[in-house]
């Protein structure tokens, strides 16, 4: 059975970091494209970050160019996503999801809330 | 940047048909993705490709799209349908549209 589980949300100040994690099981960890999706709180869903298998490739949304950075260890089944710099509005649940052309399976999603 | 336009919501009645629409400039170039997404859980792939379905997702969910508009059908709606629905695109960069919040009557 495929699983996605995140790690890592929690409360953060603003300007502070997290560095959220997404243990993956149940597949060939090493042959997915993989993406963190985020979602604010009662809005719409909001891509973030999509890496190639081998992280050969990488892609950013605007709205965090320069601000996260997304990783993966194909060796630990690995997936994750560095956020510095963080600012209120990125107050959201986090998702990763498995694909490239389309999501297939996504976590539960952690929590993360950017708040003084 | 490429913008997917969606209703804010859309109503049916048990058992009859609901079609949720997606709007692109050209989307009948691209291939079209629709996501379901229940109060307090993650999204669930039920469309890929414009019109292909996931194992596991009913046959009452099909998809279509041509010219500037793709539509998610589902038919004989059922309570259970009720839920968030998201179409994506890949353009430069992945694109998700506002989402359409369903309701069955």
């Known amino acids: 059975e495929v699983q996605l589980v995140e790690s890592g949300g929690g409360l953060v100040q603003p300007g502070g970091s997290l560095r959220l994690s997404c243990a993956a099981s149940?597949?060939?960890?090493?042959?997915?494209?993989m993406n963190w999706v985020r979602q604010a709180p009662g809005k719409g869903l909001e891509w973030l970050s999509h890496?190639?298998?081998?992280?050969?490739?990488?892609y950013y949304a605007d709205s965090v160019k320069g601000r996260f950075t997304i990783s993966r260890d194909n060796a630990k089944n690995s997936l994750f996503l560095q956020m510095n710099s963080l600012r209120a509005e990125d107050t959201a649940v986090y998702y990763c999801?498995?694909?490239?052309?389309?999501?297939?399976?996504w976590g539960q999603g952690t929590l993360v809330t950017v708040s003084s | 940047s490429y913008e997917l336009t969606q209703p804010l919501s859309v109503s049916v009645a048990l058992g009859q048909t609901a079609r949720i629409t997606c709007g692109g400039n050209?989307?009948?170039?691209?291939?079209v993705h629709w996501y379901q997404q229940k109060p307090g859980q993650a999204p669930v792939l039920v469309i890929y490709r414009d019109y292909n379905r996931p194992s596991g997702i009913p046959e009452r969910f099909s998809g279509s799209n041509s010219g500037n508009t793709a539509t998610l059908t589902i038919s004989r709606a059922q309570a259970g349908d009720e839920a968030d629905y998201y179409c994506h695109v890949w353009d430069i960069h992945v694109v998700f549209g506002g989402g359409t919040k369903l309701t069955v009557l």
């Open positions: 149940g597949f060939t960890f090493s042959s997915y494209e």
């Open positions: 999801a498995r694909g490239g052309v389309y999501f297939d399976f």
């Open positions: 890496i190639t298998s081998a992280s050969g490739t990488i």
């Open positions: 050209n989307i009948g170039g691209k291939n």
